[in-house]
């Protein structure tokens, strides 16, 4: 059984930086694309980055330079680097496999990321 256990959120001030991780578990993680979305009550998840298992990565114009997805084989962890945070970045953020599709039936708790201007 797939799981999926993100942490980090918190709250920070506009420009400050936050460090997101999420433990994987149950699949060959060295052979699975991963990423990370966001949600806001009301409004769909969104996409805000993804890395495949040869590392290649891809950003919505959103967060891109800003955001930095990456990976640890050996630890099972993805994490997702934010630095100059906004107030539109407040959500709560989610990790789930895959590069362009993710599986909808293995959602974790996610974090809640709060920005305060």
């Known amino acids: 059984q797939v799981q999926l256990v993100e942490s980090g959120g918190g709250l920070v001030q506009a420009g400050g930086s936050l460090r997101l991780s999420c433990t994987v578990s149950?699949?060959?993680?060295?052979?699975?694309?991963f990423a990370w979305y966001r949600q806001v009550p009301g409004k769909r998840r969104e996409l805000v980055a993804a890395?495949?298992?040869?590392?290649?990565?891809r950003y919505p114009e959103s967060v891109r330079g800003r955001f930095t997805i990456s990976r640890d084989n050996a630890k099972n962890t993805v994490w997702l680097q934010m630095n100059g945070l906004k107030p539109e970045d407040t959500a709560v953020y989610y990790c789930?496999?895959?590069?362009?599709?993710?599986?909808?039936?293995?959602w974790g708790q996610g974090t809640q990321v709060t920005v305060s201007s």
């Open positions: 789930n496999t895959g590069y362009f599709v993710p599986n909808n039936d293995i």
């Open positions: 149950g699949l060959r993680f060295s052979l699975s694309g």
């Open positions: 890395i495949n298992k040869e590392g290649a990565t």
